[in-house]
């Protein structure tokens, strides 16, 4: 079994993870962050991922988050780390130079993920759902902000942002523009 390096494993510690192995979770304001260390499919080697679930509203498989189990395929905001994939033996060099690539995207993502809220409750939500990468398909990001301006009061923007998602799904995504369709009607 290939271990993590363990230069990422301090790194992912000393920003207040807990866990073991693959995964490492932390809960910070409303929002439950992920770190998952994939093995690659190819050979010896690792993808690192991101994820944030904001508690106030349904994870992917549009269920509550269970904090100790929560996985980062689960959460609405998902993103890799620089890079591509990673050796699991890496030289000290590589894995200095991977530890500063991936102390920079946690806390930039994971710094938008803490911010959601805020964005979402300032009300301008039209560009948060066209503008920012959240590793899902735009269309999808815009349930997921809607879900979320729904939550926060926010019925008009929830429409709106759901009516921008329904223009984005393609026909095949039934489930997801029955959703979206659920919200732009104004249904709760």
Known sequence: MNKVPQPLIDCVRARGFRGSGQNFRKAEADCLLVVNFQGSQSGPRFYIN???????????????????????????FRQRV??????????SHEASALSAVFADDMDKFFGQALGFKNQVLAGNVRPLA??????????RACLHIA??????????EAESVAELGLTLA????????????QIAGGAA
């Open 170 to 181: 393609g026909e095949p995504a039934t489930a997801l523009r029955g959703a979206l369709r």
């Open 82 to 91: 620089r890079g591509g994939s990673h050796a699991w033996n890496p030289t």
């Open 147 to 156: 879900r979320a301006c729904r939550e926060l009061g926010l019925s008009h």
């Open 50 to 76: 991101l994820g944030a679930q904001p508690l106030f509203i349904p994870t992917e498989s549009n269920r509550s988050a269970d904090p100790k189990k929560l996985k980062e395929y689960e959460c609405v």
């Open 130 to 139: 066209e503008e920012l990468p959240w590793g899902v398909p735009p269309a």
